[in-house]
């Protein structure tokens, strides 16, 4: 496959590469890892007249950890992630997520920014950031605006975006202490997109359950909130039992999707298996799935 014809900027500043952007009036792409977007050109599903290249813009790769949770620059890359020792304790649940990002050469190269604009249905980040309440930073010819990830994630490859706005950051609110989390994903091979994943974290209130939230991916058109599951949830004591009831109220609120890799109700059956395992798991107890 041979991408169709593109000019090709490398600019060196922010300021640069916006303006670069919107004098091409929706026609032309950043590019940072390019773990989506060439293989899009390849495949032309994309046919931008310009590509930006993000890689000399400075202040888009630094990891910030503080008072105010985690951000995230746009050009921060999966192995960087893993590599911050700090991340599990300021925002454990995108720890625990990025190790089944693809496989490792593309943690090498792909980023936050590439992944939330792309907005596959099954990626890990656009999940994790929607269980978490992030936001995200993005910078256009009017100004800098932030957006919070339920409002961001509109459909599948689809986002809030301006054609002439880039991603510049995700913040992450901060993690409170003793707070349980889990994640985990089922595809057909290690690396590949997942055909069911499951984000979840509770707080514990003297010993019942509270603040929980459950969010599935790869059963519809974007990452969702598992609202059924979560009342379920929510002032009850930790129990398999519950967590059963729990990943069964979450299957029958969804209606997972059909395509090449997996029917519908298989999908909505591994949906039940994984909640239930994970939740499980995150509060120190054996499942009976």
């Given at each position: 496959?041979?991408?169709?014809?593109?000019?090709?900027?490398?600019?060196?500043?922010?300021?640069?590469?916006?303006?670069?952007?919107?004098?091409?009036?929706?026609?032309?792409?950043?590019?940072?890892?390019?773990?989506?977007?060439?293989?899009?050109?390849?495949?032309?599903?994309?046919?931008?007249?310009?590509?930006?290249?993000?890689?000399?813009?400075?202040?888009?790769?630094?990891?910030?950890?503080?008072?105010?949770?985690?951000?995230?620059?746009?050009?921060v890359?999966w192995?960087?992630?893993?590599?911050?020792?700090?991340?599990?304790?300021?925002?454990?649940?995108?720890?625990?997520?990025?190790?089944?990002?693809?496989?490792?050469?593309?943690?090498?190269?792909?980023?936050?920014?590439?992944?939330?604009?792309?907005?596959?249905?099954?990626?890990?980040?656009p999940?994790?950031?929607?269980?978490?309440a992030?936001?995200?930073v993005?910078?256009?010819?009017?100004?800098?605006?932030?957006?919070?990830?339920?409002d961001?994630?509109?459909?599948p490859?689809?986002?809030?975006?301006?054609?002439?706005?880039?991603?510049?950051?995700?913040?992450?609110?901060?993690?409170?202490?003793g707070?349980?989390?889990?994640?985990?994903?089922?595809?057909?091979?290690?690396g590949?997109?997942?055909?069911?994943?499951?984000?979840?974290?509770?707080?514990?209130?003297?010993?019942?359950?509270?603040?929980?939230?459950?969010?599935?991916f790869?059963?519809?058109?974007?990452?969702?909130?598992?609202?059924?599951?979560?009342?379920?949830?929510?002032?009850?004591?930790?129990?398999?039992?519950?967590?059963?009831r729990?990943?069964?109220?979450?299957?029958?609120?969804?209606?997972?999707?059909?395509?090449i890799?997996?029917?519908?109700?298989?999908?909505?059956?591994?949906?039940?298996?994984?909640?239930?395992?994970t939740?499980?798991?995150?509060?120190?107890?054996a499942?009976?799935?």
């Amino acid at each position: 496959m041979k991408p169709p014809p593109f000019d090709y900027a490398c600019p060196t500043s922010l300021a640069e590469a916006i303006d670069l952007i919107a004098r091409h009036d929706g026609d032309a792409k950043p590019i940072a890892g390019g773990q989506s977007l060439m293989p899009m050109l390849a495949f032309r599903l994309a046919a931008p007249t310009l590509l930006v290249d993000l890689r000399r813009v400075p202040g888009l790769d630094g990891i910030t950890v503080d008072d105010d949770g985690v951000m995230l620059g746009a050009r921060v890359r999966w192995c960087d992630i893993e590599a911050d020792a700090r991340l599990a304790a300021a925002c454990p649940l995108l720890a625990a997520a990025i190790p089944h990002v693809a496989h490792y050469q593309i943690r090498n190269r792909g980023t936050v920014g590439g992944s939330l604009a792309h907005a596959d249905p099954a990626a890990e980040l656009p999940a994790v950031a929607l269980a978490c309440a992030a936001e995200i930073v993005a910078q256009g010819p009017e100004g800098r605006r932030t957006i919070a990830a339920d409002d961001f994630l509109v459909g599948p490859l689809t986002t809030a975006l301006e054609p002439t706005e880039l991603i510049v950051a995700v913040r992450f609110p901060p993690w409170p202490a003793g707070r349980h989390h889990g994640f985990a994903e089922f595809s057909r091979r290690k690396g590949d997109f997942a055909i069911v994943g499951v984000a979840l974290f509770f707080d514990d209130a003297d010993g019942a359950i509270a603040g929980a939230t459950v969010v599935a991916f790869g059963i519809g058109d974007r990452p969702q909130r598992l609202a059924a599951a979560e009342e379920v949830l929510n002032g009850a004591a930790p129990s398999a039992e519950l967590f059963a009831r729990a990943a069964a109220a979450a299957a029958d609120s969804v209606e997972p999707q059909t395509d090449i890799h997996a029917d519908g109700d298989y999908r909505r059956a591994l949906l039940a298996t994984l909640l239930e395992r994970t939740l499980a798991q995150s509060a120190g107890l054996a499942s009976a799935s």
